[in-house]
């Protein structure tokens, strides 16, 4: 049985989300993959989504078109908050503040 | 805010029930006169499924701690099925209610023999849907000699579009089921088989039956919370960043009162977090309520929120600090205005100030997360259970105690 261990986090900037989403929707990973709102440098807003995938699924990753410039990062048996939060740090990105 | 410390008749009755032994006690029982709501308990795997059936495959049942979870059934009905939408499934009538579609149906002994002829052929079967309801197509093959595969799908009826495409492989038998939602309400059965097909498949008892209740769903692969069974303990595991489920929407308008009872863990105080929520924002839209813990960024409590027109909370406190679990409540009242959160069967606050009018609303209900997209909750959920009335003490009590078995929480 494949084991769904593989921490995957993936960005987008907010020009190419709807190509990125509409992509992996039609892998059939569903419509709203990158979901997660998020700023950058200058106010600047990009896209996050994390997921658990099984290793064997990897390799679609290598297949998204590279004019969508999806930065994507891949952690073995991560801890999903930790692998999310040194990718934005690296990123400069940060998830808008929201409250009740 | 005015709180009021005591909600005097209400604790009482609870605190003497509190001491009674509850015995035989069954959720569904809160559901017994037709009550509005849903009750999801992932401790029963049967009611989990990692997706629904799409145009890609059929549903697939979770069987294993760390699949994630793209459907969660409601038991407030029951499962109960939805009346026939196949005429003649079982071929009873012949061939009656079936079109060829460049392929051959021969009724023999009873079974609906479908034989492709090598030209992609199918049978068709119109029926009519619901596309805000979850159906179940099930079906039986009970002969194979085909050498390729067949795939018997739900159709649009004027297109090709389809859901719950489910591929019957060479010379495989047996009974096959999966969960799906319609995209069209004119529909149809649709059997097909390849163009290299050489022999027949034979079918018997098609079926397609609406699944009554509140499901909460999860189109997105990467959106949806895991299954853990781990100490004794089922749950599903929000990863506080993009995981939640969604019901279609619910229509409590005949009602304008709420009990909402849940078993929950907080993982993470770091960020404010949804745990449910009726309507894409409760602040805003009229005839609402959330659930919510934490309340305050890095300082824990938890929150039960309702809205006539006119917003009141109860709840709040900084004792309840992650990681930490909890049976949690939340009853409110719009008409006779009263707010009421407790926590691990004490009250932690009821408040009594004017909610407005209304009764509440018709809306989708998301679970983990703020309208799909913010205040995403870091932590597992053992039970939840949501019902369009208030609740007497007793069943306040054993709900309480129901949900705090199943989250690993000893009420005293």
Redesign the interface.
């Known amino acids: 049985?494949s084991?769904?261990?593989q921490s995957?986090v993936m960005i987008c900037d907010d020009a190419n989300k709807a190509d990125v989403n509409a992509y992996?929707d039609g892998l059939?990973?569903?419509?709203?993959?990158l979901?997660?709102?998020l700023r950058g440098a200058g106010d600047s807003v990009w896209w996050?989504?994390?997921?658990?995938w099984y290793p064997a699924a990897l390799p679609q990753l290598e297949l998204v078109p590279d004019a969508l410039d999806v930065i994507t990062s891949v952690r073995p048996d991560a801890q999903?908050?930790q692998h999310?939060n040194d990718v934005l740090q690296a990123l400069g990105l940060s998830?808008p503040?929201?409250?009740? | 805010m005015m709180i009021r410390p005591v909600y005097t008749s209400l604790v009482q009755g609870i605190r003497r029930a509190l001491v009674e032994q509850v015995k035989g006690f069954d959720p569904i029982s809160l559901f017994g006169a037709g009550e509005q709501g849903a009750w999801y308990d992932p401790s029963d795997m049967t009611t989990l499924y990692q997706n629904i059936g799409?145009?890609?495959?059929p549903s697939q049942p979770v069987t294993?701690t760390?699949?994630?979870v793209g459907l969660a059934l409601d038991l407030s009905r029951g499962l109960a099925r939805g009346s026939e939408t196949v005429t003649n499934g079982d071929f009873s009538a012949g061939g009656a209610s079936w079109t060829q579609l460049s392929a051959t149906l021969t009724v023999v002994n009873g079974v609906g023999r479908h034989a492709g002829l090598a030209v992609n052929g199918a049978n068709q079967n119109l029926i009519t849907l619901d596309t805000t309801k979850l159906y179940e197509l099930v079906f039986e093959v009970v002969e194979n000699t085909d050498s390729v595969s067949t795939t018997v799908s739900i159709r649009e009826a004027a297109t090709t579009t389809q859901r719950t495409a489910t591929e019957v492989t060479a010379g495989q038998t047996g009974t096959f089921r999966s969960i799906f939602r319609p995209t069209a309400n004119a529909s149809r059965v649709h059997i097909r088989s390849a163009a290299t097909s050489t022999g027949y498949v034979a079918f018997d008892n098609i079926s397609v039956r609406e699944i009554q209740g509140n499901h909460a769903e999860?189109?997105?692969?990467?959106?949806r919370p895991?299954f853990r069974d781990v100490g004794g303990l089922r749950y599903l595991e929000f990863?506080?960043?993009?995981d939640f489920l969604v019901t279609a929407a619910i229509d409590f308008t005949a009602t304008d009162k709420v009990s909402v009872f849940a078993g929950m863990r907080k993982n993470?105080d770091a960020?404010?977090a949804m745990l449910a929520e009726l309507s894409v924002n409760a602040?805003t839209n009229n005839g609402s309520w959330f659930m919510?813990a934490p309340?305050t960024?890095g300082l824990g409590g938890s929150?039960f929120?309702s809205r006539g027109t006119a917003v009141q909370s109860a709840g709040g406190g900084t004792t309840f600090v992650a990681p930490a679990s909890a049976a949690l409540t939340g009853l409110s009242d719009i008409s006779a205005p009263m707010v009421g959160h407790r926590r691990n069967g004490e009250s932690v606050g009821v408040n009594t100030l004017s909610q407005g009018t209304g009764t509440y609303g018709t809306y989708q209900m998301f679970i983990g997360r703020?309208g799909?997209?913010?205040?995403?909750f870091?932590g597992n959920l053992y039970g939840l259970l949501i019902r369009g009335s208030l609740t007497s003490q007793d069943d306040i009590v054993a709900t309480e105690r129901f949900m705090a078995t199943k989250s690993g929480v000893v009420i005293p």
């Open positions: 049985m084991e769904y261990n995957v992996f059939g990973l569903g419509p709203a993959t979901s997660i709102e996050g989504s994390h997921a658990w999903a908050q999310w998830v503040h929201s409250g009740l | 799409t145009s890609t495959g294993a760390g699949q994630p999860q189109l997105t692969a990467g959106s895991t990863d506080g960043l993009d993470s960020t404010v602040n919510a309340i960024a929150l929120q703020r799909g997209t913010t205040l995403a870091t």
